[in-house]
C-alpha cells in the first residue's frame, strides 16, 4: 500500500528505506545506493508490501539485491528482484525461506507486529516468506562492482552464521547488516554464537571503517563502531 514505507535521501546515491509500522524488533533498514553501471539494494525488509516499486533504479540499467542475512527482516522481498545475492553459509535455504532459517514463525507469533494494517484484511497469522533462490553466492574476499565502487564481501558470523557485510576499502563505506549496528545486538538467537561474535567484533576493531550503515539503527562512524564492539566485547 503507498504509505507503507519511509524513505530518507542521506546523499544523491544512497537512499534509506525503512518500514516504520512494523514492531521495532522486526524493522530493518533496507540501503539503495545508485552506482554509475549497477545499482546496489541491501537488504529487502519484512516483504509485507511489494518493495520494488519503491526502487528507483532506470529502466535498463541493472539492480543487484544482496541480502546480508537469511533472517526474516531482511530478506521478506527478495523474490521480487531478479539478481539476489546472497552468502554461501545459507545459499541452499534461500530456495526454500523456512521457518527455521527465517524466523518467521516469531512474526506470526507477535503481539504488536504491525501498528497499522498494511491493507484490509491483512492478519500476522498468514505471514510467509517467499522463496527467493539467489542468481549469485558471495562468500569472504569477493567482489561487489557498481562500476564506480568496488565492494568486498566480509563473512562476519555470530549474530548468525551467514552473516555478511560490504566494505569499500577506497574510501571506508560500510554496509554491515546484522554483523554490527547501533542499537542492542542480538547474539541470543537459535543459530547465534557469542564466542564466534566476539571474533568478529574483534576483527571489526581493525576495520578502517568512515562511515558504516548497519541493518537496523542509525548510521555510525568508526569511533562508535569501536564503542560497541569494544562494549561487547567488555573492555571499555
Known amino acids: 500500500m503507498t504509505g507503507w514505507f519511509s524513505k530518507k535521501a542521506l546523499d544523491p546515491t544512497l537512499t534509506l528505506i525503512t518500514e516504520p509500522f512494523v514492531h521495532p524488533y522486526m524493522s530493518a533498514n533496507i540501503w539503495h545506493?545508485?552506482?554509475?553501471?549497477?545499482?546496489?539494494?541491501?537488504?529487502?525488509?519484512?516483504?509485507?508490501?511489494?518493495?520494488?516499486p519503491e526502487i528507483d533504479t532506470p529502466s535498463g540499467k541493472p539492480l543487484l539485491v544482496v541480502a546480508t542475512?537469511?533472517?526474516?527482516?531482511?530478506v521478506g522481498s527478495?523474490?521480487?528482484?531478479?539478481?539476489?545475492?546472497?552468502?554461501?553459509?545459507?545459499?541452499?535455504?534461500?530456495?526454500?525461506?523456512?521457518?527455521?532459517?527465517?524466523?518467521?514463525?516469531?512474526?506470526?507469533?507477535?503481539?504488536?507486529?504491525?501498528?497499522?494494517?498494511?491493507?484490509?484484511?491483512?492478519?500476522r497469522e498468514a505471514y510467509r516468506i517467499e522463496p527467493a533462490p539467489l542468481t549469485?553466492?558471495?562468500?569472504?574476499?569477493?567482489?561487489v562492482d557498481l562500476g564506480d565502487r568496488?565492494?568486498?564481501?566480509?563473512?562476519?558470523?555470530?549474530?548468525?552464521?551467514?552473516?555478511?557485510?560490504?566494505?569499500?576499502?577506497?574510501?571506508?563505506?560500510?554496509?554491515?547488516?546484522?554483523?554490527?549496528y547501533d542499537d542492542v545486538l542480538l547474539d541470543n538467537l537459535p543459530d547465534s554464537d557469542p564466542d564466534i561474535y566476539r571474533h568478529t567484533m574483534q576483527r571489526l576493531l581493525e576495520l578502517p571503517v568512515s562511515v558504516g550503515h548497519g541493518g537496523h539503527g542509525p548510521s555510525f562512524d568508526r569511533d562508535r563502531m569501536q564503542e560497541i564492539a569494544r562494549g561487547y566485547l567488555g573492555i571499555g
Open 78 to 123: 527478495l523474490h521480487e528482484f531478479a539478481e539476489r545475492a546472497g552468502p554461501r553459509q545459507s545459499a541452499a535455504e534461500f530456495a526454500r525461506m523456512g521457518d527455521a532459517a527465517t524466523y518467521a514463525e516469531e512474526f506470526r507469533g507477535l503481539e504488536g507486529a504491525v501498528s497499522r494494517l498494511p491493507y484490509p484484511g491483512w492478519c
Open 69 to 74: 542475512h537469511i533472517h526474516l527482516d531482511h
Open 136 to 143: 549469485r553466492i558471495l562468500a569472504e574476499g569477493d567482489i
Open 33 to 52: 545506493l545508485k552506482g554509475r553501471e549497477v545499482d546496489l539494494l541491501v537488504d529487502t525488509g519484512m516483504g509485507i508490501c511489494p518493495l520494488a
Open 150 to 180: 568496488r565492494f568486498t564481501v566480509l563473512h562476519l558470523p555470530g549474530h548468525s552464521p551467514d552473516s555478511i557485510a560490504l566494505f569499500d576499502e577506497r574510501d571506508g563505506l560500510f554496509f554491515s547488516g546484522d554483523a554490527i
